[in-house]
Every structure is written in C-alpha cells, then in structure tokens.
C-alpha cells in the first residue's frame, strides 16, 4: 500500500478511511496487470449498483447529471492550478 493511501486508511475520519482504502484496492488491480481504465469502470459499476440499492434510480440520476458541471469546473482534476 503507498504512503498516501496508507496514511488514509488509518484516518479516524470515514470518508477518508474509504478513500484509502479505495485507493490501496486500485494499486493492488494495477499491479496485477488490470489497466487504470478498467478499474476506474469498475470501481464506477460499483458505487452506482450500491448508490440505485440504497437511493432508487431517480436519485442517482439526479447525481449524474449534477457531475457534468464538477468535471467541467475541475472539481476532480489533479494538479490544478488555480489562478
């Protein structure tokens, strides 16, 4: 596990600890020959499928639609700078 996702992983803080914990599970794919591109599907396929269990199919779509101003605004691009 890398130092980042380490460190996340131990965090008191939930959220944090699922990202770590995330994050360790991909460097584990990627080692044992799964492309990036397949796990980010994958990882995809399964917060949606848990996301319509726990919230029905109209909320998630309410979600989606909301992604498409974040990812346009940067909200998930690493290494920005913001001048």
């Known amino acids: 596990m890398n130092p980042e996702a380490r460190e996340l992983a131990e965090s008191d803080d939930h959220s944090f600890k699922a990202l770590g914990l995330i994050l360790a599970a991909?460097?584990?794919?990627?080692?044992?020959?799964?492309?990036?591109?397949?796990?980010?599907?994958?990882a995809l396929f399964a917060a949606l499928t848990d996301l319509v269990a726990m919230y029905g199919e109209d909320a998630v779509v309410d979600l989606a639609r909301g992604l498409e101003r974040r990812v346009m605004q940067g909200e998930f691009t690493l290494g920005r700078i913001i001048q």
């Open 26 to 42: 991909w460097d584990e794919g990627t080692e044992n020959g799964v492309a990036s591109e397949q796990m980010a599907y994958a």
